[in-house]
């Protein structure tokens, strides 16, 4: 079969490879459709210390079932999986907090991840997709969409709240956008583009291009400030983005664009505006499912940037770069 192998920091070529082998517990799915993430750009970059080589990059990915050797999955059953292979057994997972599996294994990182034809899954791993729900859009559930409901779960969102994302285009933006308005919230989106703009309106309530959009924020609120803020961009709008929030409101850090990029916290601004930093990364299990029960509703739309075959992948990787892009940029094995 085909598949991205990166053998050495930053180096990868297209392999022809031999079949995934299954031990017991093991499922093999054929990929429908893989999808890029900053994640992988960083991957490449060397910020991922416990990369093993050579490794199948990849960690998003929607696929059917063709071969199982656990009983809760049968051949073409449409199935996700995890960024992680939790061991089912830890405190953790005993918990259902399988993403903090003290165990886990990370596709794409230590074990071959999802850029290839087909895959050996753990079936620990597995969350079948319902009918529902298209290709496109589960393929970037667990990582994207339930990752961002993960967030607002522990931010406690109540209906009718104002929620700010940061970096509205980016493929994680633009669908926080439309899951929060799904839960209830109103939607106030961020990004520095004109264009991008034109286009987001369309699924958030209001949308500015300012560079200091805390004004912008208290302005729509009453000068009181956001209930929430998604911060999908890092430090770059981190500062605006504590700014817009209310007293006592809460931020959900998700982005990174510059992991070499530290940041300046006053601990005294955060006391006295009574603000929670809740860090977030990856979904549970549980996470997964409950997600998909709102996706089958048919609130939510895949934005895809563009789809490339894994002969193309270099392409794909341009495509990730490029600031112009609104939306997912998926593979098609």
Known sequence: MKAVVVYDKGKYEIRDIPMPRLNDGDVLIKINYAALCYRDLLQLAGYYPRMKYPVILGHEAVGVVVESRDPRFKPGDRVVPLLHEPD???????????????????????????????ARVSANALVKVPSGVPDELAAFTPCVIAMVYKGLKRAGLMHGETVVVTGASGGVGIHAIQLARALGARVIAITRSPDKAKFIKQFADETTTEQRFSKVVKDLTNNVGADIVIEAVGTPTLEESLRSLRNGGRIIIIGNVNPDESYSLRLGYLIMKDIAIIGNVRSHKSDVAETFKVLSRGLIKPIIASTYSLYKFDDALESMRNNSRIGKVLIKP
């Open 88 to 118: 089912g057994a830890c405190e953790f997972c005993m918990r259902g907090l399988d993403s903090y599996c003290i165990n886990a294994l990370s596709y794409g990182e230590n074990i071959d991840g999802f850029f290839a034809e087909y």
